[in-house]
């Protein structure tokens, strides 16, 4: 037998490292109350608190991170499917990551499905951040006004009450919703495209429509998720 045959059969197999796991994130410590509907896929990583209020729904996927600073989700807010609450850790930080930067959901407040809420933003009462919309760093928005679908909210940005904001960048726009503040006459109710119903009135239906479609959720999610 050739000798140098028998040296390479008696060489060590070569070694391989094996990869160590990625560290997993850390679970936030949630406070929730006991009518909160949490879905079993929903998401809570982070170091800060998250509290979330009665009858809030949490979505399959959500993501809520309270790595910036504590999350409070007030009562009977909706967190759709695939929507985030705050940022991941692995998002590049900055100089504003230094200071801690609370996220405030005040209640009744709906946040779209893959909708992003970033840190330091206050979302007042009533308040719809429609589908694929992104609430920027330090945002106030201001109750009972809409975030349209897709729309951008630069960092900083203050959005008075029943406001309708849109678009992103040079497209960005703001249009302050009509609120009645008593019954108008046919005639001006026809000239601007609205019912005889003061505004109070049709804000109230809708948020009674928002009731009915939380009564819901809670029977379709609860079924395989979770009440605290």
Request: aromatic letters at 4%.
């Amino acid at each position: 037998m050739d000798p140098r045959t028998s040296q390479i059969h008696l060489k060590p197999p070569p070694h391989h490292t094996r990869p160590l796991p990625p560290t997993p994130s850390p679970r936030a410590p949630v406070t929730a109350h006991n009518t909160t509907t949490i879905a079993d896929t929903a998401l809570f990583h982070g170091t800060y608190p998250i509290t979330l209020g009665a009858g809030t729904i949490v979505h399959p996927r959500a993501k809520v991170y309270s790595y910036e600073g504590p999350v409070t989700i007030a009562d009977n807010c909706i967190i759709s499917e695939k929507s985030t609450v705050g940022i991941a850790p692995t998002s590049p930080r900055d100089a504003r990551a230094a200071d801690e930067a609370p996220i405030r959901i005040s209640s009744s407040v709906t946040i779209g499905p893959l909708a992003t809420v970033l840190p330091g933003v206050n979302v007042h009462s009533a308040v719809t951040v429609e589908a694929l919309a992104v609430v920027g760093w330090g945002v106030s928005v201001g109750a009972h006004s809409k975030v349209c679908a897709g729309c951008e909210v630069a960092e900083g940005v203050v959005i008075r009450d029943w406001t309708v904001v849109w678009g992103s960048g040079g497209g960005f726009g703001q249009r302050r919703r009509l609120r009645a503040t008593g019954k108008m006459s046919s005639v001006t109710a026809v000239a601007q495209g609205i019912q005889t119903l003061e505004g109070r009135v049709i804000e109230d239906a809708r948020l009674m429509v928002l009731q009915k479609e939380r009564e819901a959720l809670v029977r379709l999610i609860g079924s395989t998720g979770r009440r605290r």
